[in-house]
């Protein structure tokens, strides 16, 4: 069974920088597909960073601001998040081959 596990949400202050996590288990292939959303209240879930097939897109939103990673052997997929803002504000989560992960909370305040 295919399970996503996500970390690394947290209270920041405007300008600080969080990195989250996200590891799947269950898999017998390298992360080839994975995308991070993010959904706000009220809010439509927006895309944030895709990779596929080691091509990487990301919002104009998170342009030069956020970095999508991954480690083959962990089995994990990182984003990296600098220079944040209130308006990142949103419950983050990662998308491997289909399946979903729990989400994690990330808050942009001072």
């Known amino acids: 069974q295919v399970q996503l596990v996500e970390s690394g949400g947290g209270l920041v202050q405007p300008g600080g920088s969080l990195r989250l996590s996200c590891t799947v288990s269950g898999i017998t292939f390298s992360i080839n597909h994975a995308t991070w959303y993010r959904q706000a209240p009220g809010e439509q879930r927006e895309l944030v960073a895709s990779?596929?097939?080691?091509?990487?897109t990301y919002a104009d939103s998170v342009k030069g601001r956020f970095t999508f990673s991954k480690d083959n052997a962990k089995n994990t997929v990182y984003l990296q998040m600098n220079s944040l803002k209130p308006e990142d504000t949103a419950t983050y989560y990662c998308?491997?081959?289909?399946?979903w992960g729990q989400g994690t909370q990330v808050t942009v305040s001072s």
């Open positions: 990779m596929f097939s080691g091509t990487i």
């Open positions: 998308n491997i081959h289909g399946v």
